[in-house]
């Protein structure tokens, strides 16, 4: 299969979504985390003295039978590519396997943002829930994911989970909660729409919220999607976080700038 029949195969099934999506894109993060873990395996499949048919060879030998079709040629198709850095590799197949999953819960009713930013909450309200799912030195990337499945699978559904687990396997600095927030946005952007976190002392009328959809809409130039928080201690006003972008005009704001300015 040439390289632009592969990508056009792949590009096929996202546009199908449904539970192949989902399943192509779970596999897809799996091989990712198999070779993460194998770094001879990860520099021979990204080795520039190596032929593209030798590494292709080799990627087809050791995940033939182990995972899809699909998911074995898109690999293929990759590994044809010149990787300065071999971590690039990974994260282009996270980016896929993450991608289709979210593909495959497009027309799920409840949006596949919806059900990890709740994960966020619990997790933002049970500090040592979050160290578990942490990265850490006492935990491996296994046991975490393991965890995660234990606590979260009767709750969410097979898309979600999927990609909760990644978030909890894939190890950055800032921790389970960046991963499933940078999972969040991806999802909502494939529905045309930016997340915006809102927080405020009460909670928000329909009304209300009808209004400050239509002004972030403005201020953005895409549909909005928001996610409330009820916060007494900003105390009046509200501070709303989107596109990585702070806007905050609370009284609690304002109060700490008092006491900066007088200090």
């Known amino acids: ?16 979504g449904g539970k192949r999506s989902v399943v192509l894109g779970h596999q897809m993060l799996g091989v990712a985390h198999i070779i993460a873990e194998n770094r001879p395996l990860l ?4 080795d520039p003295a190596r032929t ?24 293929c198709e990759l590994v044809t590519g010149h990787w300065l850095d071999p971590i690039k590799l990974l994260t282009r ?39 578990a799912l942490d990265p850490s030195r006492l935990s491996t990337a296994d046991q975490r994911a393991q965890l995660a499945t234990r606590l979260f699978e009767s709750q969410l559904s097979e898309a979600a989970l999927t990609l909760l687990v ?13 991963n499933l927030r940078r999972v969040c946005e991806l ?16 909670e928000l009328t329909q009304a209300q919220q009808k209004r400050l959809i239509g002004a972030l809409a403005k201020l953005t130039g895409h549909g909005v999607e928001l996610h409330l928080e009820v916060d007494p201690e900003v105390i009046g006003g509200l501070r709303i976080l989107v596109d990585d972008r702070l806007y905050d005009n609370t009284t609690r704001s304002a109060l700490k700038a008092l006491r900066t300015q007088i200090a």
């Open 52 to 75: 593209n048919a030798d590494k292709q060879k080799l990627a087809r030998e050791i995940f033939t039978g182990t995972a899809d079709a699909a998911v074995v040629e898109q690999l």
């Open 187 to 202: 999802a909502a952007r494939r529905r045309g729409l930016v997340i915006a976190d809102v927080t405020s002392a009460v």
């Open 93 to 131: 197949m996270h980016d896929l396997g993450i991608e289709s999953v979210i593909a495959g819960s497009v027309s799920a009713s409840v949006p596949v943002e919806d059900e990890l930013f709740a994960v966020i909450n619990v997790l933002k309200h049970d500090r040592q829930l979050r160290q």
């Open 43 to 46: 520099n021979s499949l990204t």
């Open 1 to 16: 299969m040439s390289t632009e029949l592969t990508a056009k195969a792949w590009a096929s099934q996202l546009a199908a």
């Open 166 to 178: 990644w978030c909890a396997r894939h190890e950055v600095r800032a921790g389970i909660t960046y």
